[in-house]
């Protein structure tokens, strides 16, 4: 009789035990589900990645690109070293980002950082972000010309641009280099040779401004 309710017993422990295990498994497994789907809501198909760029003078900008899918991006840029400012510039919704460098356009002996962007789909427009360190105790966004439809009437200075711009350091100049499109060309035919625009950095009374200063047509 003992032996008998000994094994019952026996019996009724591991019941208990496969239960409570049963019931610790799917705690575990609906926390990871909520845990995984708390990250999605947060990062939403979002790719992050990073870029540090030191400056001559030793200061560093760090830049972030979280994509928000093929065609847009926000883009935040941190200084490090700066005595006065650490905050981060942000570029909310701005084209994908497609490459970073410095340039000395002022010859004042501190850098800029320059962000191109470049936009998906037809055309690819080039864009320019700017960032001035203000004798390196500060950073601040320059204010950049944009490319207005008046500027592409005939015999402005960007008659015929249609995107497909490389745009590069030269001489103390920033430079936006483009196919030009005559009115019957399609997309993928150029016939008006190319077009150089250059951008010059000055001073203005409460920012820097990046203005087009010139342009130069090639064959």
């Known amino acids: 009789m003992r032996i008998t309710n000994l094994f019952a017993l026996l019996i009724a422990a591991v019941f208990?035990?496969?239960?409570?295990?049963?019931?610790?498994?799917?705690?575990?497994?609906?926390?990871?589900?909520?845990?995984?789907?708390?990250?999605?809501?947060?990062?939403?198909?979002?790719?992050?990645?990073?870029?540090?760029?030191?400056?001559k003078t030793g200061k560093v900008f760090s830049v972030t690109i979280n994509k928000r899918g093929e065609s847009l991006a926000d883009i935040m840029v941190a200084g490090q070293g700066f005595a006065f400012k650490q905050d981060t510039l942000k570029f909310i919704k701005s084209n994908p980002f497609e490459?970073?460098?410095?340039?000395?356009?002022?010859?004042?002996?501190?850098?800029?950082l320059y962000i191109i962007t470049r936009s998906a789909g037809s055309g690819s427009y080039g864009g320019i972000l700017g960032i001035?360190?203000?004798?390196?105790?500060?950073?601040?966004?320059?204010?950049?010309?944009?490319?207005?439809?008046?500027?592409?009437?005939?015999?402005?200075m960007f008659e015929g641009y249609?995107?497909?711009?490389?745009?590069?350091?030269?001489?103390?100049?920033?430079?936006?280099?483009?196919?030009?499109?005559?009115?019957?060309?399609?997309?993928?035919?150029?016939?008006?040779?190319?077009?150089?625009?250059?951008?010059?950095?000055?001073a203005g009374q409460t920012s820097f401004l990046l203005n087009i200063s010139g342009k130069e047509d090639l064959k």
């Open 16 to 55: 208990i035990n496969f239960g409570c295990t049963k019931k610790e498994e799917q705690k575990n497994t609906q926390s990871f589900k909520k845990d995984s789907a708390v990250q999605q809501l947060q990062e939403p198909g979002k790719i992050t990645s990073l870029n540090k760029i030191t400056t």
């Open 99 to 112: 490459k970073a460098f410095l340039a000395d356009l002022d010859a004042n002996g501190f850098e800029e």
């Open 132 to 156: 001035v360190s203000n004798n390196d105790k500060s950073y601040s966004v320059i204010s950049v010309e944009e490319i207005k439809e008046e500027d592409m009437k005939p015999g402005m």
């Open 162 to 202: 249609m995107g497909s711009d490389s745009i590069y350091v030269y001489n103390n100049s920033l430079v936006r280099e483009f196919p030009v499109y005559k009115p019957k060309d399609n997309n993928n035919n150029a016939t008006g040779g190319k077009r150089k625009v250059n951008y010059k950095l000055s």
